[in-house]
């Protein structure tokens, strides 16, 4: 059964920093690329990182550029989203989603609708 499940969300104050976990079962993670979603309460769900399969090559929104790290750990099937210097507006509930290799998804664009397999997410508050 493929199944993504996140971790390491909570509340955090403004400029802190939080890792999460994306950790996959039923499938080789690494055969596909990976990215990090987010949803605030009344909004669209945003594209905010993602990882190629091939050479791991790193695609982030505008917002969150030079604060997001995504990596991946493919020895424990795990993607990762650091995050630094959060603020308030990062505030949502953060998804992992990987996009199936052999369906050629445009996943470097961060659309969704590119994105084949989805995680629970994970709550993110941002709060001082």
């Known amino acids: 059964q493929v199944q993504l499940v996140e971790s390491g969300g909570g509340l955090v104050q403004p400029g802190g920093s939080l890792r999460l976990s994306c950790a996959a079962s039923?499938?080789?993670?690494?055969?596909?690329?990976v990215g990090w979603f987010r949803q605030a309460p009344g909004k669209e769900r945003e594209g905010v990182a993602c990882?190629?399969?091939?050479?791991?090559?790193?695609y982030y929104a505008d917002s969150v550029k030079g604060r997001f790290t995504i990596s991946r750990d493919n020895a424990k099937n795990t993607v990762y989203l650091q995050m630094r210097n959060l603020k308030p507006e990062d505030t949502a509930v953060y998804y992992c989603?990987?996009?199936?290799?052999?369906?050629?998804?445009?996943?470097?664009?961060?659309?969704?609708?590119?994105?084949?397999?989805w995680g629970q997410g994970t709550q993110v508050t941002v709060s001082s």
């Open positions: 990882i190629s399969s091939s050479d791991d090559s790193t």
């Open positions: 989603a990987a996009s199936d290799p052999r369906l050629n998804r445009f996943y470097w664009r961060l659309d969704r609708y590119e994105y084949d397999y």
């Open positions: 039923g499938f080789t993670l690494d055969y596909y690329a």
